[in-house]
């Protein structure tokens, strides 16, 4: 009771101010499990379409970059060899809107490939998150997305050859330029002249390049996002959806650059040469280097439209709860 008694009337004592500390210590485990325990569950289904319409909007924003990327990847000859030059080769030689060439394939591939791999996603997650989970496991994410992912890939790689031949067609010489008028007309023309084969082609690569692109973006965008969430006092803010964006933009970046390089060359061509073979072809010529070709343009793309991805989808669902009354 003494002792109780001189901390009260001496609070600037030094043995005070250590059982002070040591007992905040002791609380803050406690207050990041009772935070954990209240993570708010959101079971909303959003509409299908949410995915593909913020990629939409994203590409916008991004394609001039995506435009570099594919230019680098395929250089030849004396093509500039860096983003800055490719850049400004492109300004010079056909001017300001050259850097959207192809934006009406990216629009295409996005309403297709990005509204199949969100809206998949999201509604198995859904599905098969247990009742009363606050949310489900990274297994089941990776799972989850991976699946999602494969399936965008082919709902889209027709658009997305069609993206690739446009991105490249003012590059090559007067004599090969293909000369499709949008993304629309690519398809369709490529469907007459080359068959419907044209519309598969590298497929594989690109289901692949898809699914690990929808794993290394979607799966890790929500774990980032719950456990900032759980464990920082953030909460479900802009500050959070851009944090948890810009990492999972740069894991994606790094875990797609080699499937990336393959499927811009494999879709570039009009004929037919096996994977097999073309990455012996790569390997002989620019050494392992050729895996990450690109990397920095692709993450300067892909960061950016990661970002810009996952900011007009919660845009989109803020906006969806507060007109059905859900916002709280």
Not at 54 to 70: F, G, M, N, R, Y
Not at 203 to 231: C, E, G, I
Request: hydrophobic share 40%; aromatic share 10%.
């Amino acid at each position: 009771m003494q002792s109780v008694t001189m901390a009260q009337a001496n609070p600037n004592d030094p043995s005070v101010a250590v059982t002070a500390a040591t007992a905040a210590t002791a609380a803050k485990p406690k207050k990041l499990l009772e935070k954990k325990k209240t993570l708010p569950i959101e079971r909303i289904s959003y509409p299908f379409w949410f995915g593909g319409s913020a990629s939409s909007l994203a590409a916008c924003v991004t394609h001039p970059l995506d435009l570099v990327k594919v230019r680098l990847q395929l250089r030849s000859g004396d093509a500039p060899k860096n983003m800055s030059g490719t850049f400004m080769h492109i300004v010079r030689e056909q001017g300001p809107r050259g850097l959207y060439s192809g934006l009406t394939a990216s629009l295409l591939r996005q309403m297709t490939y990005s509204t199949v791999r969100f809206g998949v996603y999201e509604e198995l997650k859904n599905r098969f998150t247990p009742e009363g989970s606050a949310k489900p496991s990274l297994p089941l994410l990776i799972g989850l997305s991976t699946f999602s992912g494969f399936l965008g890939g082919i709902s889209g790689n027709a658009a997305d050859v069609t993206n690739v031949r446009m991105q490249q067609d003012a590059a090559l010489p007067a004599a090969q330029r293909r000369g499709y008028k949008n993304g629309l007309d690519g398809m369709f023309r490529m469907l007459r002249e080359e068959g419907v084969k044209s519309w598969f082609r590298g497929v594989w690569p690109n289901s692949t390049r898809a699914a690990l692109m929808n794993t290394s973006q979607l799966a890790t965008y929500d774990t980032f996002k719950a456990v900032l969430m759980m464990y920082t006092p953030l909460g479900d803010t802009i500050t959070t959806h851009f944090a948890s964006s810009l990492l999972a933009g740069f894991m994606a970046t790094t875990i797609c650059s080699p499937v990336d390089v393959i499927k811009s060359r494999v879709m570039s061509t009009s004929h037919k040469q096996g994977i097999a073979h073309l990455l012996s072809e790569i390997y002989a010529k620019e050494g392992v280097t050729w895996m990450f070709k690109g990397w920095v343009p692709a993450f300067l793309r892909l960061g950016p439209q990661t970002i810009c991805t996952f900011l007009f989808l919660e845009a989109h669902r803020k906006v969806y709860r507060k007109f059905k009354g859900l916002e709280n």
